[in-house]
């Protein structure tokens, strides 16, 4: 991942927690060409130890390629927006802010006592919020059993982690005052988020 030295974000804090703040990763591997696939990717320990976790559907295409040590590119994608350099004080380059976090793991297929585990706390994690959740175990057994058997969990063990975040560094208090005004008042969610992420780097 290209990432000039102002806007590398390796320390584990950042990693962790961005992970679980953006938990719809794109899951990259070579056969005998590049694959692609979107998918919730959830995280399992702490800053000294942690690995991910995910499943996919037995027909993707992608599934073939899902075997023990197999290599996989996680990418997880924050807010990001178009800036425009007509906000700037001074003429200027126009540019896009972004973050993100590239996780190259090493495959390692789920059995299906982990998979139904997975499943588990993913529902779990995602269901928690809504007004009447509907947990795993609430699913009737059949649909379960007959679900199951269509899909794969695996784990990823990661060995090489990026983190990236590229919110106006080292530019004039003012220009990014301005920015993140304008991301504000946009009325959109994902450049709302990318003026939170831009005050936080710039603790404004």
């Not at 056969?31 to 320990?45: Q, S, W, Y």
Request: proline residues 4%; charged residues 30%.
């Amino acid at each position: 991942m290209y990432r000039p030295r102002k806007y590398i974000k390796d320390d584990k804090k950042f990693i962790l927690s961005f992970i679980e703040e953006n938990p719809f990763a794109t899951v990259v591997m070579n056969g005998e060409r590049l694959l692609a696939t979107h998918l919730p990717v959830l995280i399992k320990g702490d800053e000294k130890e942690w690995i991910l976790y995910t499943h996919l559907a037995n027909h993707n295409e992608q599934a073939e390629l899902i075997k023990d040590g197999a290599e996989a590119l996680i990418i997880f994608h924050g807010a990001h927006s178009y800036v425009s350099s007509s906000w700037y004080r001074e003429k200027d380059i126009s540019t896009w802010d972004y973050s993100a976090v590239h996780v190259n793991a090493k495959v390692r297929v789920q059995t299906r006592e982990e998979l139904e585990i997975s499943l588990e706390k993913l529902v779990k994690y995602f269901e928690k919020d809504q007004q009447e959740p509907l947990y795993y175990k609430e699913i009737p057994k059949k649909m379960v059993d007959e679900h199951l058997p269509l899909i794969t969990g695996f784990w990823l063990e990661p060995f090489q982690v990026e983190g990236v975040a590229k919110l106006h560094q080292e530019h004039p208090e003012q220009d990014v005052k301005t920015v993140t005004d304008k991301l504000e008042n946009s009325g959109d969610c994902i450049k709302q988020k990318l003026a939170h992420d831009i005050k936080k780097e710039h603790k404004i």
